[in-house]
């Protein structure tokens, strides 16, 4: 089943002072997924109002395909229930005196052809809602009302679909679930879609790209990995959870054949992968994400690991699978360090790590990323 009107692609370009300040652009491909994320007050929310068409821009452009939707140079501005966007609010926003199949219906776009009761149908169907096409909003789980909204979006065969939030108002067991579901989902969807979100995991696990935000402007706009290992600045690094972030200074550029070095406090040296664009000499921040730190332990053939600090453990949190570590470099003096990481909660186990333990950890070089110095 098409649930997509169209296969164009969304452009979106806009600026404004008030009352959330904005100067963005982004685009969407057909079948693309591209999460917003950022800080409240960032302008996630107001950058969908503005696509679905629920907010007018001072300044900007938005079109899907060669459809021009808004432009203030050319004094258009389509309105919003002939833009064809799916939108999925937050409180899902359910007529509550409908059924399910009622407020799937009541969203069918008047030139659809298809018997009206068995096309919401089959679009319950689709979202996992056979059988409760008649129950109210009242009578259905925040899991179950979260997708008759999702079918009433897509009932509007959409040209793109807008998610504000989607997961936010139900529990952590039914929020896994439906991400799930939406994965599966996406298989028949060929519209852009634009989720926003603050749960920076959920960005990492749905999306294709992400664009980060921050007082109404566009830091980095990358795939989730790029931008989780390899931030352009250290506010995005610090917007992703980043905590280890340092200053140091580039001892030794990296080539093909050799690694980089970084100079840190005292007499400590780190081995880079990649040094970039940043020259020997240079002040630098620098960081490494919790999961490219493991704990000590020789290679295969007894060789020492690089980058090895010897601390011990502040604090511990079993993350169920995996546990959280805060280590403190053994300094007397203010070059001592703090460094979190993730360990197997199994292996922790195994080599007894408990608050207080000795530990040496290993710092892996393509884990070590430089950025421009932050005084």
């Known amino acids: 089943m098409t649930t997509a009107h169209t296969t164009a692609a969304l452009t979106a370009s806009l600026q404004q002072t008030h009352p959330i300040p904005l100067d963005v652009s982004l685009h969407c491909d057909p079948g693309e997924l591209v999460a917003l994320v950022g800080p409240s007050g960032s302008g996630k929310t107001t950058i969908l109002r503005a696509i679905a068409g629920l907010l007018k821009p001072e300044r900007g452009r938005i079109a899907s395909g060669d459809d021009l939707w808004f432009s203030d140079t050319a004094r258009v501005d389509v309105a919003a229930q002939e833009r064809r966007t799916g939108l999925l609010f937050q409180d899902y926003a359910l007529f509550p005196h409908l059924t399910a199949l009622e407020n799937v219906a009541i969203a069918l776009v008047a030139d659809d052809t298809t018997d009206r009761e068995h096309r919401a149908q089959s679009l319950l169907a689709q979202v996992n809602l056979h ?184 604090t511990i949190g079993n993350l169920g699978e995996n546990s959280s570590m805060t280590m403190t470099t053994d300094k007397a003096d203010h070059n001592a360090t703090r460094l979190k990481f993730l360990i197997r909660t199994r292996n922790a186990r195994q080599y007894g790590l408990e608050v207080g333990s000795e530990v040496t950890v290993a710092l892996l070089p393509e884990g070590v990323h430089l950025m421009p110095h932050e005084a």
């Open 131 to 314: 059988g409760l096409e008649q129950r109210r909003p009242d009578a259905l789980s925040g899991g179950q009302r979260q997708r008759v909204a999702l079918a009433r979006a897509l009932a509007r065969q959409p040209r793109v679909l807008l998610l504000d939030e989607p997961f936010s108002a139900v529990d952590q067991m039914t929020r896994v679930r439906l991400k799930r579901e939406l994965l599966a989902l996406r298989g028949s969807l060929n519209c852009p879609i634009i989720l926003v979100t603050h749960d920076i995991e959920e960005a990492l696990i749905l999306a294709d790209r992400m664009v980060v935000l921050h007082h109404g402007q566009v830091l980095q706009t990358a795939a989730p990995e790029d931008v989780r290992l390899r931030p352009t600045q250290v506010l995005v690094a610090r917007l992703m959870g980043q905590t280890n972030i340092y200053r140091g200074t580039v001892a030794r550029e990296a080539t093909p054949h050799e690694l980089g070095l970084l100079h840190w406090h005292g007499d400590q040296h780190i081995e880079v992968a990649e040094t970039g664009a940043f020259k020997q000499g240079q002040a630098v921040s620098w960081m490494v994400a919790s999961d490219h730190i493991v704990v000590y332990q020789p290679d295969a053939n007894g060789t020492p690991r690089r980058n090895t600090l010897h601390g011990h453990i502040e």
